[in-house]
């Protein structure tokens, strides 16, 4: 650094330089990498004002794209199926600052951290999940 704390020419050239290969990875894991444009800038202001480090939201957005895989398969075949298109877009997840939510994502691990497989659910004819006594419980008050 100079002599005022600021980065030299080739420390930025360095930090853009390994920024960008950070951008890249959560692109590759982020389920909808969308706007990329838009998208690269939001990480970079992330990280210039220290809200979070790449290394963070790199693992975030491996955390929701297990999280909306799960969500999609559990509700696959049910009369109401999850959809990727309802998947939170890469610069409105970056804005909306779902990076800082993300806890495991609802998904199960196992006593040495690693994620147990999600199965499909069974698949419903579409009336399965409704009760017999359907028109009772419509009717009551």
């Not at 390994?18 to 990480?43: I, M, S, T, Y």
């Not at 999600?118 to 009717?139: H, M, N, Q």
């Amino acid at each position: 650094m100079g002599a005022r704390g600021k980065k030299g020419p080739s420390e930025k050239a360095a930090a853009s330089e390994k920024d960008a290969e950070a951008f890249a990875r959560l692109c590759a894991v982020h389920p909808r990498p969308d706007g990329r444009d838009d998208a690269e800038r939001e990480f970079n202001k992330l990280l210039r004002e220290g809200r979070t480090t790449a290394d963070q939201l790199v693992e975030a957005a491996r955390r929701y794209a297990a999280q909306r895989a799960a969500e999609i398969l559990a509700r696959e075949g049910t009369s109401s199926p999850d959809s990727p298109q309802y998947t939170v877009g890469l610069i409105k997840w970056l804005r909306g600052g779902h990076w800082a939510n993300q806890t495991n994502g609802g998904v199960t691990l196992d006593q040495d951290g690693n994620e147990i497989v999600v199965t499909r659910a069974p698949k419903a004819s579409g009336y399965d999940d409704i009760p017999d006594d359907w028109d009772e419980l419509w009717r009551a008050p």
